[in-house]
């Protein structure tokens, strides 16, 4: 209910720090959450946080992590993020624009091939980025993702 709710979002993150502040799903989610307000640095405390807290953390997190790089714009590290291949499909596309973005064109066909081949068959890259965008509170953030995808080929 919050994609696309910027202010509830920020409400409810606000909220959730100040009454869990060393809980591990909050530190998790806020890292994430405040990079798509427009708060990448923030983001990336938040993340740096939560490394700390659970250095072993599972898959579902990689997604977090990547979102995080990518908007603050540090996307060599994304790539350092160990076992995207087994994350879910949709962690390839951001992984193909971080690697566009960097310059590394080949690492960036591989990862969005792998999109495609992994996703499956009913799932819609139109509606997977139209839900992504929403999520953005900022112009530049959407075209920051929107010009990641191009650059790896995938469509805008």
């Known amino acids: 209910q919050m994609i ?3 202010e509830l979002t920020r409400h409810c993150i606000d909220k959730a720090i100040a009454l869990n502040p060393n809980d591990v799903t909050v530190i ?3 890292g994430q959450i405040l990079s798509y307000l ?4 923030e983001g990336l405390k938040w993340k740096d946080r939560y490394l700390r807290v659970d250095p072993h953390f599972p898959t ?3 997604e977090s992590l ?4 990518y908007m603050s714009r540090r996307y060599h590290g994304a790539r350092l993020v160990r076992g995207w291949r087994e994350a879910p499909p949709p962690m390839s596309c951001w992984l193909a624009a971080a690697a566009a973005q960097a310059g590394r064109m080949d690492e ?3 990862a969005a091939a792998e999109f495609w081949r992994r996703k499956p068959e009913t799932y819609s ?3 997977f980025r139209t839900a992504h965008m929403r999520m953005c509170a900022h112009r530049a953030e959407i075209d920051l993702w929107l010009e990641g995808y191009g650059k790896a080929g995938l469509p805008v």
């Open 4 to 6: 696309g709710n910027h």
């Open 28 to 30: 998790r989610f806020a």
């Open 38 to 41: 427009g708060d990448p640095e």
């Open 60 to 62: 579902a997190v990689r």
């Open 66 to 69: 990547v979102d995080i790089l």
């Open 108 to 110: 960036a066909r591989e």
């Open 125 to 127: 890259f139109k509606i």
